[in-house]
Nanobody, 114 residues
Framework: QVQLVESGGGLVQPGGSLRLSCAAS????????MGWYRQAPGKERELVAA???????NYVDSVKGRFTISRDNNKNTVYLQMNSLTPEDTAVYYC????????WGKGTLVTVSS
């Protein structure tokens, strides 16, 4: 059974940075397009960033220029570097394939607040 384990969240002040990690026990991880998703309180889960097997990246407009998605196929891990965080980035962050086909992990909570 595939496991997706997110980590790296926490409380950060506006303007701060965090780096999220997601370890994915996907057999053919290197061939999978991966995505970071987030769900803010009272809102639908949304795709924030995605990276293909060929390292092509895509971002939702609200994070362009601030977030960077990357991957390490040797470690079956996908990362999300988040800079210039704002309170609007507060959410639980999840990873999955893009589009998502596996059960969701527990996510990691990011809280941006002064």
């Amino acid at each position: 059974q595939v496991q997706l384990v997110e980590s790296g969240g926490g409380l950060v002040q506006p303007g701060g940075s965090l780096r999220l990690s997601c370890a994915a026990s996907i057999t053919v991880f290197s061939l999978a397009s991966m995505g970071w998703y987030r769900q803010a309180p009272g809102k639908e889960r949304e795709l924030v960033a995605a990276i293909t097997s060929g390292l092509r990246t895509n971002y939702v407009d609200s994070v362009k220029g601030r977030f960077t998605i990357s991957r390490d196929n040797n470690k079956n891990t996908v990362y999300l570097q988040m800079n210039s965080l704002t309170p609007e980035d507060t959410a639980v962050y999840y990873c999955n394939t893009e589009p998502p086909i596996y059960y969701w992990g527990k996510g990691t909570l990011v809280t941006v607040s002064s």
